[in-house]
């Protein structure tokens, strides 16, 4: 074995994608990716790689300037550059989220407004569901959106927005009544809404304010916001799919790409790890030989590896199955499960085999060690995750009696 997860079945052409984003990651996001991140700086140039090697059209169909290619793909190539640095994953997955929805959901108007901007990355996608005082519970959005004759006004705020200040469209997810009597249930009654915006934080466009980033203990570098809206009126031709109260069908749709993706990056964050702590227990000696000639190292990068192979066999059978147009809902909360706790405890253990240098900011490990613990909650936690495997497992496997 040369590498870890590698990946049975793949075409000539997805191996040509998957060697040039490793390059790429290798030469111009690892040498750079700690330094910006102690700056909290956005990785402009590295993004501006990516949009030269096609990677915001990868997804994108061939119709509309895109690649046209699998979830898979995509998947193993955010897997190749959370392994040089989560943040930059983070940038991309927001964005394919929304084209994801655009293209499963959207009127052929917005796909063809908006996907061959977003191929060429010129329009940069964010999407909007959570709440300050929402967490998990989704139906409890209030947010609301009001018709005013052949519009709309928003009022409410959004939290945890990724790429909050450098998108320039985002899909928020508010309640909207209109057509819903009293009593429809919640996730009846929400609507997806278009949002265009100008860059930046401030107000971006008229009755919608980015009120700047959110300091956080890792996942630097990408900005993550709030969104306040108050009177922002969006035209009807803007509601995802023509027709209101299928926001929450249509989120929950993008959500399971993004688990796939939050899978892909605690593979690739693991990797990383396991990478790095291999690495210093070969240079590091204790008691006259490498530390990775005691048996307690060594079992520990037995675990490590077994748990790298673990969630990269169970992250790429998520992704396989989307791509086959079945439900995906429980191998998708599976690969996210397992890849996001199995990448805290790989992490932690590189962290133990450096010792008291992991705890150092010039080691990699230490920005790592930060970094992990956003898998446990991005895309749902640990719970939800329990939750969605829990019933669809029962739906499986009914009891008859």
């Not at 996907?115 to 060429?120: N, S």
Request: overall charge negative; some cysteine; aromatic content about 8%.
């Amino acid at each position: 074995m040369a590498r870890l997860a590698q990946t049975a079945g793949l075409t000539d052409v997805q191996q040509e994608i998957l060697s040039t984003v490793r390059d790429f990651v290798d030469k111009e996001i690892i040498p750079v990716a700690t330094e910006l991140e102690h700056r909290d700086e956005y990785p402009q140039q590295i993004v501006d790689g990516l949009k030269e090697l096609g990677l915001f059209g990868l997804m994108i169909p061939e119709e509309y300037g895109g690649l046209g290619e699998s979830l898979l793909t995509y998947a193993l190539c955010v897997e190749e550059i959370a392994r040089g640095w989560m943040s930059v994953s983070g940038i991309i997955n927001t964005h394919f989220i929304v084209a994801y929805m655009l293209k499963q959901h959207g009127t052929q108007e917005q796909k063809d407004h908006f996907l061959p901007r977003m191929a060429a990355g010129e329009v940069r996608g964010a999407f909007s569901m959570s709440e300050p005082g929402l967490g998990s519970d989704v139906s409890a959005i209030t947010s609301k959106a009001v018709k005013d004759g052949d519009e709309y006004v928003l009022n409410g705020q959004k939290m945890w927005l990724t790429n909050g200040g450098t998108s320039t469209l985002v899909a928020v997810l508010v309640r909207s009544d209109e057509g819903h009597p009293e009593g429809t249930a919640p996730h009846k009654s929400m609507t997806t809404f278009l949002v265009e915006k100008e860059p930046g934080f401030g107000e971006v466009r008229p009755g919608l304010t980015i009120p700047g980033k959110i300091d956080k203990m890792g996942y630097k570098g990408v900005d993550t916001t709030e969104l306040i809206m108050d009177g922002l009126r969006i035209p009807a031709n803007r509601v995802l799919g023509g027709t209101t109260g299928r926001g929450f069908y249509q989120m929950m749709d993008g959500v399971e790409v993004g688990r796939v993706n939050v899978a892909a990056r605690g593979c690739g964050v693991a990797q990383r790890a396991f990478e790095l702590g291999v690495g210093y227990a070969q240079q590091r000696h204790t008691f006259g030989k490498p530390i990775a000639q005691h048996q307690a190292i060594q079992f520990k990068l037995a675990e490590m590896a077994t748990k790298v192979e673990a969630a990269h066999a169970m992250m790429v059978n998520a992704a396989r199955k989307k791509d086959s147009g079945e439900r995906n809902d429980l191998e998708a909360g599976m690969a996210k499960y397992l890849a996001s706790e199995y990448c805290k405890e790989v992490v932690e253990d590189a962290f133990r085999i450096h010792g008291g240098y992991g705890f150092s900011k010039e080691y990699e490990i230490e920005r790592l060690y930060r970094e992990a613990p956003m898998l446990l909650i991005g895309e749902g936690t640990a719970e939800i995750q329990k939750m969605i495997i829990g019933r669809r497992l029962l739906e499986e496997y009914r009891f008859q009696g």
